[in-house]
């Protein structure tokens, strides 16, 4: 068993890592980037981008997840603290699915839904939105994943 929870401990942790190396870049790079243009380049850049990183970013997260769930169920030596880490990484996990499900994809779905051309008025208001939302979801990830590895390390 002490196997079983070593290979879900490593599936958790580089999951987590793959997300929230993904958000960071996002948050650090990708964002202030896109800032830097007009509306109308800017919300072409979003519709090029935004569901690219969903074909890997989604699964990880919910790989992270599962693995974090079956590592309480599996573990044997169940500490405290170890446990009270490896909760709150899951809460973290869970805050950066409410985040993206809940008001950035959302987000993304009014900017896809645009003919070609077409800018909203308003769109430089909703990137404002959902860069405070990646935020908090960025946020979600990184204590993710330190509470993951955190958790790991005192096993």
């Known amino acids: ?24 870049m996002v948050l650090m790079g990708v964002y202030p980037a896109m800032r830097a243009f007009e509306p109308n380049f800017t919300a072409r850049i979003h519709k ?7 074909a890997y970013m989604r699964p990880s997260t919910i790989s992270s997840g599962v693995a974090a769930l079956l590592i309480l169920v599996f573990l044997r030596d169940r500490t ?20 993206s499900e809940f008001f950035n994809v959302r987000i993304n ?18 990137l404002d939105t959902w860069h405070r939302f990646h935020i908090v979801r960025t946020s979600s990830s990184v204590l993710a994943l330190g509470c ?3 958790a790991s390390l005192a096993h």
């Open 80 to 99: 405290l603290f170890v446990m009270t880490f490896t909760v709150i990484g899951l809460v973290g996990t869970l805050g950066i699915i409410i985040t």
């Open 109 to 126: 779905s009014v900017v896809h839904g645009w003919k070609d051309n077409y800018v909203a008025p308003e769109y430089p208001q909703m």
């Open 48 to 54: 090029a981008i935004d569901l690219l990183p969903d």
């Open 1 to 24: 068993m002490n196997n079983v929870v070593n290979i879900l401990r490593f599936i958790n942790i580089f999951c987590a890592a793959i997300t929230s190396g993904g958000l960071v």
């Open 148 to 150: 993951y590895i955190i």
